[in-house]
């Protein structure tokens, strides 16, 4: 009975993948038949170089290149590009644009939530006082130390570069404690409850606080959110989900601090973080992806992510053994996000196999495993004491950066895979 059972589940997991194995049939003729008469579609800029493109189940990763810009971005940089204009004057004018849309004080753009870290980290040791700007990185005579909430981050080196030192605490009581009359700024990544108490210790210091949430678009909300809990600085990924410039990050908040980290870098010939230049085309793009997720239909991008991945997941549960389970993340990359795991050990194949399967092919696949390609290896994150925890028993790929039509070349491929791997495992 039990083989029975079994046997029917996967004739009906079958039956749901047949107009997907259709398709793919059908586009596997087609790009047979262009590839015969010269109309490779998988010919473009990077393959000419002999750059492999990829496609990006991983998430917005900036060793992945980030995300894919909103059409309207494409369309305001290079509107952007045909003009000369004073880079200052746009940045403050960006600013108040940024306050109508979000209600926070102000804003700029930064080359990335790393630069927003840098700049921030400037502003509230030299402030807009031009000796003191000059002087970084040195601090004599300044407040220079910076409070790490939750310990070292790999991104602190954007810190640590503007001449702060770093003081480490790992919960509330610690972050009371290290708060003293050299604290230039506090640093966290942490949200909801746990954000709302270490705001309150930083109010109750009167010491500014940066809200480092890279990934925290979608939802867009988050921009209006943070202004509205009074947070004294907030920064955002331009490149991620925003999906705007790559090299591109804002940064939000108090009108004064604002104005602080716009004086500590570029333009500014003589700060610490001129070398965090941002174009004209990255700031224009950067603004223009927030007003375009401000106009979205949530549900409606929310629903096509959700399609893509069902149809991967449709594909892969052909496989018999392997387990699908869709979710969103709580924090970075919230999208829905589709988690593929079967029995390691039964079948003698790994995470890492898989991965590396994929990323091996052609055309390279990347989805999220154990490994972190980008990561300098020395990088010990967080409380050192803690248990270093388990790897990932399963793949994870996020529905975002998967282009719209590759969900069935990732499911396919998947398939075989795994397939594969299942039957050399029963033989």
């Known amino acids: 009975m039990l083989n029975q059972n079994s046997s029917r589940r996967s004739f009906m997991k079958l039956l749901a993948a047949a107009p997907l194995l259709t398709q ?14 010269g109309n490779d579609p998988r010919q473009n800029v990077y393959t000419r170089l002999g750059v492999r493109t990829v496609i990006n189940c991983r998430g917005t990763w900036t060793y992945l290149s980030g995300s894919l810009e909103f059409p309207e971005v494409r369309q305001a940089q290079l509107e ?3 003009h000369f204009v004073n880079m200052l004057e746009l940045q403050r004018a960006v600013g108040r644009r940024l306050s109508e849309l979000t209600g926070a004080e102000s804003g700029i753009v930064t080359s990335g939530a790393a630069g927003a870290m840098a700049a921030a980290t ?40 503007t001449g702060a030192r770093l003081v ?20 966290t990544t942490d949200l909801g409850d746990k954000l ?22 979608p939802p867009v909300d988050n921009a209006k959110l943070y202004a509205k809990m009074g947070i004294d600085l907030y920064c955002f990924s331009g490149g991620k989900g925003l999906c705007g410039p790559q090299c591109s990050g804002l940064l939000f908040g108090r009108k004064d601090l604002i104005e602080a980290a716009l004086l500590n870098g570029a333009p500014r010939e003589g700060a610490v973080c001129r070398p965090m ?27 096509e992510w959700n399609g893509r991945i069902d149809r991967i997941r449709k594909l892969v549960e052909t496989v018999p053994g392997v387990k699908t389970d869709t979710y969103i993340p709580d924090d970075g990359n919230r999208y829905p996000t589709l988690k593929v ?26 989805v999220l495993g154990a490994d972190n390609p980008s990561l300098v290896k020395a990088v010990r994150e967080g409380n ?13 790929l996020i529905s975002m950066t998967i282009k719209p039509g590759e969900e069935m070349i990732v499911g396919q491929r998947l398939r075989a895979i795994l397939g594969a791997a299942q039957k050399k495992a029963a033989a």
Not at 174 to 184: D, F, M, P, Q, R
Not at 196 to 217: F, N, S, T, Y
Not at 277 to 298: F, M, N, P, R, S
Not at 385 to 396: L, Q, S, T, V, W
Request: charge should be negative.
């Open 384 to 396: 050192p004491n803690r248990k270093e925890p388990k790897g990932p028993d399963h793949i994870e």
């Open 168 to 187: 480490l605490a790992y919960s509330p009581e610690e972050l009371s404690n290290a708060i003293n009359e050299n604290t230039a700024m506090i640093y």
């Open 196 to 217: 709302q108490h270490e705001l309150a210790i930083a109010k109750d210091h009167k010491v500014p606080m940066l809200l480092d949430d890279a990934a925290g678009i």
């Open 24 to 37: 793919i049939a059908a586009r596997d003729l087609y790009a047979q038949a262009a590839a015969v008469v």
């Open 277 to 303: 230049k941002v174009g004209k085309e990255e700031i224009v793009g950067c603004l223009t992806a927030l007003e375009t997720w401000l106009k979205l239909d949530d549900k409606k991008l929310y629903a």
């Open 341 to 366: 795991s079967w029995d390691q050990q039964a079948w003698r194949y790994n995470i890492n196999d898989c991965v590396a399967e994929l990323r091996a092919g052609d055309p390279v696949i990347e």
């Open 80 to 82: 952007a590009s045909q």
């Open 122 to 161: 400037a502003g509230c040791m030299a402030g807009t006082d031009d000796k003191y700007i000059w002087q970084l990185p040195d601090t004599t005579g300044l407040k220079h130390e910076v409070v790490m909430v939750g310990g070292r981050s790999a991104f602190d080196s954007a810190i640590r570069l």
